[in-house]
């Protein structure tokens, strides 16, 4: 059993803070369209960019264990929010990445994008439908 523990504290200010004694404070506020700055992370973003990092990270693992080579990954991330019985909640989070490999390697991503996909632990702990996509570039 692994435990992730952190705080989130506002204080008369703006923006809530949360932080973990060992990694930088990030600033966190309601997204624009619910009122808060457009310049400050929201936990809507934070929701998806966590399921973004994690398809990347395990998409890394894998292709590590099977020794491919990448060369570069890139990806871009949406979720999409729907009003639902109990109020808002993410209907799906779509993650498109393009991943640069040796030609003779290209063959083995689509296999390393349904294991980033299947074990990514976030994916896994949403109830949200989760895209993953991943293109040789």
């Given amino acids: ?8 504290d506002w204080i008369n200010t703006p923006n809530a803070i949360m932080k ?16 808060g700055p ?22 890394m693992y894998f292709a590590e264990q099977r020794k491919v080579e990448v060369k570069s990954y890139e990806s871009s991330a949406k979720g999409i929010l729907k009003k639902g019985a109990n109020g808002f909640e993410f209907e799906s989070v779509i993650v498109n990445a393009k991943v640069e490999v040796p030609e003779e390697q290209a ?21 949200c439908k989760i895209e993953f996509n991943v293109t040789v570039k």
């Avoid at 060992?22 to 619910?34: D, R, S, Y």
């Fill in 38 to 59: 457009d310049d400050v992370w929201s936990p809507e973003h934070l929701f998806v960019s966590s399921i973004a990092s994690c398809t990347m990270l395990s998409f």
């Fill in 1 to 8: 059993m692994h435990e992730y523990e952190i705080n989130v």
């Fill in 107 to 127: 063959v083995k991503v689509e296999k390393l994008a349904e294991m980033g996909e299947k074990y990514c632990l976030v994916s896994n702990s949403v109830k």
């Fill in 20 to 35: 973990d004694d060992k990694l930088p404070e990030i600033e966190v506020n309601a997204p624009a369209n619910f009122g």
